[in-house]
């Protein structure tokens, strides 16, 4: 993207620089050496470990390895072999009890596995959910990694492809801001029917009139903040601003404003984990590419909350 487009990868990261002299974290930001083959992996006889995968990725993100991220393992040792992989949103209980099932022993999540941005589990040192957890990991010497800033400082974003991808907006997509699309003119209703079935949602919160005729979007998945919506809006001025996730009292608020002042703006919140899913199937994809000879699998964690 050049200078003059709104940079959402970037301005989602920089929404993040609170964890700078605050990262604590189960597992240490690796400093090995970047691999240069980019066709594949070094391997050790027929072995492949995790730290090998993990530099690869790392390898094809510009500006490669940071000093300062939340992209550590959370368990597990990065010269593990890897038996299988597991791709997912939140590495829940349940995906890793999948994982032994599966006889995988590395899960890659875009998510934090201790339930804060930074895995910080000093505070959680005494809790019995946190324990079960761990030892659950340690039980079955499963790596986890997470791949959060790295796969958003991809070229394009690798999550919003995944997205676009499975929405079927990839050719919608503006060329220099992949978030900005411009689709057949459809209804809001419509448009939320297509999303929810795309992207296997049991129902949306929206801002907006169901009939009202619907066709320039902003896509920001996850949780970018008020100052990234609000900002999407005023430079792109589009008909639906499609998010994750939001303060009910903020974006949701601006939006309504907007509304009640003439603007026809609607608001669509998809949730959270079913907006950036799709970036651990692109995860997957670039695994059965560069490494496959290793299983690899999506295991969806599915959605926390439930609807009544």
Request: charged share 20%; proline share 4%; aromatic share 8%.
């Amino acid at each position: 993207m050049n200078n003059s487009s709104f940079n959402f990868s970037n301005s989602f990261l920089n929404r993040r620089k609170f964890i700078k002299n605050s990262v604590t974290t189960v597992g240490a930001v690796l400093a090995a050496p970047l691999l240069s083959n980019a066709s594949g992996f070094k391997k050790n006889g027929d072995t492949i470990t995790v730290k090998q995968i993990m530099d690869m990725f790392i390898s094809e993100v510009p500006g490669g390895r940071l000093a300062e991220t939340v992209d550590t393992l959370k368990s597990g040792s990065p010269d593990s072999i890897v038996t299988g992989i597991v791709t997912t949103m939140f590495a829940t209980i349940q995906v890793v009890r999948k994982a032994v099932d599966l006889g995988a022993n590395f899960i890659i999540a875009h998510e934090p596995t201790f339930y804060n941005h930074v895995d910080d589990t000093k505070w959680l040192e005494n809790d019995e959910v946190y324990k079960y957890k761990a030892a659950l990991l340690k039980q079955h010497q499963i790596v986890v990694w997470r791949n959060h800033d790295y796969i958003h400082r991809l070229i394009p974003d690798g999550v919003t492809i995944g997205v676009l991808e499975q929405l079927g907006w990839r050719q919608y997509a503006d060329e220099k801001v992949l978030n900005v699309v411009t689709v057949p003119t459809v209804s809001l209703k419509g448009l939320v029917s297509h999303a929810k079935e795309r992207l296997n949602i049991e129902m949306v919160r929206y801002i907006g009139d169901p009939l009202q005729s619907v066709s320039r979007l902003v896509l920001i998945p996850g949780a970018a903040g008020l100052n990234r919506h609000v900002e999407a809006i005023e430079k792109y001025k589009p008909d639906v601003l499609l998010v994750g996730e939001m303060s009910e009292w903020e974006t949701a608020e601006y939006v309504r404003d907007a509304r009640a002042s003439g603007q026809k703006v609607a608001l669509v919140v998809l949730g959270h984990i079913a907006s950036e899913e799709p970036g651990s199937e692109y995860m997957l994809n670039w695994l059965k590419e560069k490494v496959p000879s290793v299983k690899a699998t999506h295991i969806p964690c599915g959605n926390s909350l439930s609807f009544m």
